[in-house]
């Protein structure tokens, strides 16, 4: 079992910045793929962000490339999203996921998510 805290949410104007802090508990941190999904109110689970195992390999979606980062700390079990120019449609809750091997993109393939943080971009 792998247990997953988020933190680090709130409310930010719009083109301010938020980072998002995942700890990971349970397990060899360094054998899972972490990522970053979000949902918005009315609309699907997308997937943000993801990171291999090692840090070495990462996917970013298009609609956060250049404005958004992901890293994680393997000495602290803990995953990073750095977000910055945050706009108001980046409003969500956000999940950290994890999974044994490599990482997709997909939610089904994910059997570890933290709880949520609300993210909430004012105009």
């Known amino acids: 079992q792998v247990q997953l805290v988020e933190s680090g949410g709130g409310l930010v104007q719009a083109g301010g910045s938020l980072r998002l802090a995942c700890v990971a508990s349970g397990r060899t941190f360094t054998n899972y793929a972490m990522a970053w999904f979000r949902q918005a109110p009315g609309k699907e689970r997308e997937c943000v962000t993801a990171?291999?195992?090692?840090?070495?390999?990462?996917y970013y979606a298009d609609f956060v490339k250049g404005r958004f980062t992901i890293s994680r700390d393997n000495a602290k079990n803990t995953a990073y999203l750095q977000m910055n120019s945050l706009k108001t449609e980046d409003t969500a809750v956000y999940y950290c996921?994890?999974?044994?091997?490599?990482?997709?993109?997909?939610?089904?393939?994910?059997?570890?998510w933290g709880q949520g943080t609300q993210v909430t971009v004012s105009s």
């Open positions: 990171i291999s195992g090692s840090g070495g390999n990462t």
């Open positions: 996921a994890a999974r044994p091997g490599y990482y997709t993109r997909y939610s089904s393939n994910y059997g570890y």
